[in-house]
């Protein structure tokens, strides 16, 4: 609707951005380095959380793509629901593995081909596990289990929990305090700055094809103000601003633009 009217090659604000061309605030660039830290040097647990829309998923992506395909293999499982025999067949599939009809022998492939990757193949295996603060109190306790090896010795699998500022609540609580003590990085991903909302409007405009300023001062308040600095949210607003201030033939979004656009997200 709105793309001939600015001049844009493609959607600014679609979710189909590729890793190397996100945006990189002060915080995803944090937490990348302190997740290539876990992965590469700790090779143990860590926990990323955030609000709805932070970026969280976008983060663990990002790191996902940085890691080279044969000195490491990802398997991500974006588990919310389930039993603990439903988690292992899930993280069976996703190694490749035949599925076992007993937890126990799942469980005992999982750590065989872990094993195997890590001593024969010289492989690191490394599991994301989305949505965790959807998980059962059981299955994160079967999860930490599969991360012990050697009697505890030793760090072969890494994991890493990604969920809701909830999961985090969660696992500081004395039920789980043997899984808490295992997390060697945890991070709460913030929003986006005032001053990063503009910055991160501008790179996707640049991305789609004009480095004109399309947004007012006014607007980028606007969004921000109503966003909260989740990228989610912010993205959606900008949209449906784009959309009004083509419907009124206007070549710059005002703050106008973005009250029309806030019943369309909220």
């Known amino acids: 609707m709105y793309l001939k009217h600015f001049g844009l090659r493609s959607w600014p604000f679609s979710n189909n951005i590729a890793t190397e061309e996100m945006f990189a605030s002060a915080a995803s660039a944090e937490l990348q380095t302190r997740l290539t830290h ?129 999961l985090r609540r969660r696992i500081a609580m004395a039920v789980h305090e043997a899984l808490n003590q295992r997390v060697l990085v945890r991070y709460q991903l913030p929003g986006l700055s005032r001053d990063e909302t503009g910055k991160y409007l501008s790179h996707l405009l640049r991305r789609a094809g004009t480095e004109l300023p399309v947004f007012e001062p006014a607007a980028v308040e606007a969004i921000f103000q109503a966003g909260k600095g989740l990228v989610r949210k912010i993205n959606g607003l900008a949209h449906h601003a784009l959309i009004a201030a083509a419907l009124g033939k206007s070549k710059v979004v005002t703050a106008d633009h973005v009250a029309a656009a806030l019943p369309e997200v909220s």
């Open 38 to 166: 876990l992965v590469v040097d700790l090779r143990g647990i860590g926990l990323v959380t955030g609000e709805p829309g932070s970026g969280k998923t976008s983060a663990c992506r990002t790191l996902c793509s940085s890691l080279h395909s044969g000195l490491y293999k990802v398997i991500y499982v974006p588990l919310s629901t389930g039993n603990p025999m439903d988690v292992y067949k899930t993280v069976a599939w996703e190694f490749g593995l035949p599925t076992e009809r007993s937890r126990a022998a799942l469980y005992r492939a999982i750590k065989l081909e872990v094993t195997r990757l890590c001593n024969e193949a010289r492989v690191r295996p490394v599991l994301v596990v989305d949505e965790a603060h959807h998980l059962r109190s059981d299955v994160l306790e079967e999860l930490r289990l599969l991360t012990n090896y050697a009697m505890d010795s030793e760090n072969r699998l890494c994991m890493i929990l990604c969920g809701q500022t909830e």
